[in-house]
């Protein structure tokens, strides 16, 4: 029985508590030793980590990619020492001991916040508050359709649970709301949420900012809630409230656990000063005294370490089990196995890409936001692992799949296409939480352009961890025209051009749009950001699907040594073609280049890039209805732009196009100031 009064020593630990605060100690002392990191919540939620990965998680420390496996979130993604410590104590290869100690250190497996591309074990790369849940929304979404996509009555090979951990700083982000409302509509029945409720936050009590009841609000989103009052030391209580949750099969649950934040610390638990500093020496001395905790700095009993890791032989009986499930379903389904075990190797199924469109100059000009969702239509029944959908504009960004009826509701969730509502950021944390899934599954997700700011911190999250989400994003200029500034994207797209491992395509036509969706699709370590038009264009003459895999190509040249290069992206690109025209019949030698992907232009050797852009050409200007940031490394000190420098006006969209220089008149005329 574990004593909390500061004056006394606490009885022998049952092997219960011996086991939570082996959890404990290990991250006080990891915290210690780097100096740095959040020690008070791993010391408030060992006893919730111990339920959750003792008696219930399914999965195999000695294969951390089995596909069964249920997945783990810790939303809270600070008090990573908990989840590092699990990791370690159950007998992942991935956290040693060593590990540990190097804990925030340079090229260590225990970064300060878990990422997934570091520490084979950690699911989600969980930075900003609130992020974690919201992926956890995808990656329940993923399971429960997928489980609808191949399970037979006589077979199931998907069937798993999906956990959070999260605190205050989670429920407070707006974020987690947006998806938490979205997976109470969806009734996943297999997302658990542990809720560390533990009233502190950074400034204080967390009664100076928030004090609603969570629980109301979670069960007015439609889900399972319940309150365990002690989680301090009641682990049969935190178990009870688990297994009752994985009873409740039409509905999300949350189970709010009250805590104390840095429990076992005789000064510091139950204050803010705990939430993200190191102990110090002496009140770990105190913390050692008061837990009754008789082991040195990184020392764990034998007696826990032989209780945690029985979950390596119960994870190694329940893959030999699923193996088994997955051999006999392969027998008995082998067309629906085939599927399902190509995905689940990553691999694209035999000629996914035929039925890309691709255009000549006679066919139709049309807005590239028009061409994507025929793209989307060619691709739907050449590639059954596409998912996804939009923010409540299926009928402006057209990312609609044609022929596909119906949409994922909790009643159909074998159907791909997914209603996020007005929702941008959960939208993309959802998508985001479908990667992590590494299902196969590729997921896409619709709005305007100039919404990806609403979204960008789960856009952010996709390039760092090399997530392979396809933002369809429409509306991508001033050529919105009359909505007027507020829906005219001006800095954005060189915005999400210098975010690192973000490809962003703005293509020029039809078949630029077939080729930027080759490269998305074919990408499945980045993500890919489609900023597409509403007004129609031209299909050019030289362009092709295979040429954007460049980033950047010639698309009109003249005879000899160009004296001038006009670089186009999307609507602008025809904008240069006209220009070169004329400035051409006047004699002039002047080449354009269509730039549809920045970034794969700059993946290019050097030498293809001294083809496209010679050196001694130096009189170069960039057409572009957005703002000219990144532009000059392009055009240098000697060249132009026409570009926008202020936020755009309510007008028809030729006009704002016509008044704020984007014609071929005023290229023309930029282009003759400058040669002279």
């Not at 429920?171 to 969806?186: D, F, I, M, P, R």
Request: negative net charge; aromatic residues 8%.
């Amino acid at each position: 029985l574990l004593l909390e009064s500061h004056a006394m020593v606490a009885a022998p630990a049952s092997l219960d508590t011996l086991c939570i605060n082996s959890i404990r100690m290990l991250a006080v002392d990891a915290i210690n030793k780097s100096k740095s990191g959040h020690p008070g919540l791993p010391m408030g939620c060992a006893p919730m980590g111990y339920a959750l990965w003792d008696k219930f998680l399914h999965h195999n420390p000695k294969n951390p990619k089995w596909f069964n496996r249920d997945r783990f979130v810790l939303s809270a993604g600070h008090g990573c020492m908990l989840l590092y410590a699990l990791l370690h104590l159950t007998g992942y290869d991935s956290v040693s001991i060593d590990d540990i100690k190097q804990f925030r250190q340079w090229g260590s497996k225990t970064p300060g916040h878990p990422e997934t591309f570091e520490t084979p074990g950690v699911e989600v790369t969980t930075g900003p508050l609130g992020a974690g849940i919201s992926n956890a929304v995808g990656l329940a979404i993923a399971e429960s359709h997928l489980a609808a996509k191949f399970n037979k009555p006589d077979a199931t090979v998907v069937d798993h649970f999906t956990y959070v951990i999260m605190g205050d700083g989670c429920n407070q982000e707006g974020v987690s709301s947006e998806a938490a409302s979205l997976a109470g509509h969806l009734k996943l029945g297999k997302l658990i949420a542990l809720y560390d409720d533990n009233h502190i936050t950074i400034d204080g009590r967390t009664n100076v900012s928030f004090t609603e009841d969570v629980l109301k609000r979670y069960e007015a989103y439609g889900w399972h809630v319940q309150h365990v009052p002690d989680g301090n030391t009641d682990v049969d209580a935190i178990a009870k409230a688990i297994e009752a949750a994985k009873a409740v099969s039409d509905k999300p649950s949350i189970i709010k656990i009250t805590t104390t934040i840095g429990f076992g610390s005789p000064n510091k638990s139950d204050t803010a000063g705990v939430h993200g500093a190191p102990l110090g020496d002496e009140e770990t001395e105190l913390t050692r005294q008061q837990l009754g905790w008789n082991y040195g700095p990184f020392e764990v009993p034998q007696d826990a370490y032989d209780q945690f890791r029985k979950a390596i032989d119960r994870g190694a009986s329940l893959e030999a089990e699923w193996n088994q499930t997955l051999a006999a379903y392969r027998t008995k389904y082998p067309t629906e196995s085939a599927e399902f075990e190509r995905m689940l190797r990553g691999e694209l199924p035999q000629g996914w890409d035929k039925d890309l469109p691709s255009y000549t100059p006679d066919d139709k000009g049309l807005a590239t936001r028009k061409h994507s969702q025929i793209c989307l239509g060619a691709l739907g029944p050449n590639l059954p692992e596409l998912i996804g959908g939009s923010a409540d504009l299926t009928h402006s960004n057209y990312t609609d799949i044609k022929g596909e009826t119906g949409s994922y509701q909790p009643e159909t969730p074998e159907k791909r296409y997914l209603h996020f509502g007005v929702r941008e950021h959960g939208m993309a944390a959802v998508l985001n939480g479908i990667a992590y899934h590494n299902s196969g599954l590729i997921p896409y997700g619709g709005t305007f352009l100039v919404f990806a700011d609403y979204m960008r911190g789960s856009m952010r999250l996709s390039a760092v961890s090399g997530l392979g989400v396809i933002y369809v994003l429409t509306h991508d200029s001033i050529g919105v025209g009359e909505d007027g500034p507020t829906h005219q994207p001006i800095e954005t797209i060189p915005s999400l051009r210098a975010m690192p491992g973000m490809l962003v395509f703005r293509p020029g036509d039809g078949n630029e749009t077939s080729g930027a969706y080759k490269i998305a699709i074919e990408n499945r370590q980045r993500p890919s950001a489609l900023c597409l038009s509403r007004q129609g264009m031209v299909n050019q003459a030289n362009s092709s699907i295979e040429k954007v895999a460049l980033g950047g190509y010639i698309l009109e040249d003249c005879d000899g040594t160009p004296e001038l290069i006009l670089i186009g992206t999307g609507t602008e690109l025809d904008l240069c073609v006209q220009a070169a025209k004329q400035l051409s019949a006047e004699g002039r030698k002047v080449r354009v280049v269509s730039m549809p992907c920045v970034e794969l232009f700059d993946e290019q050797s050097d030498t293809y890039k001294e083809e496209v852009l010679p050196g001694a050409v130096r009189k170069r200007i960039v057409v572009e209805a957005a703002e000219s940031f990144g532009w000059h490394r392009f055009i240098g000190l000697d060249g132009d732009h026409v570009t926008m420098n202020r936020f755009g006006a309510s007008a028809p969209g030729g006009t704002c196009m016509e008044k704020f220089g984007f014609t071929v008149e005023n290229v023309v005329a930029k282009s003759k100031a400058l040669l002279n």
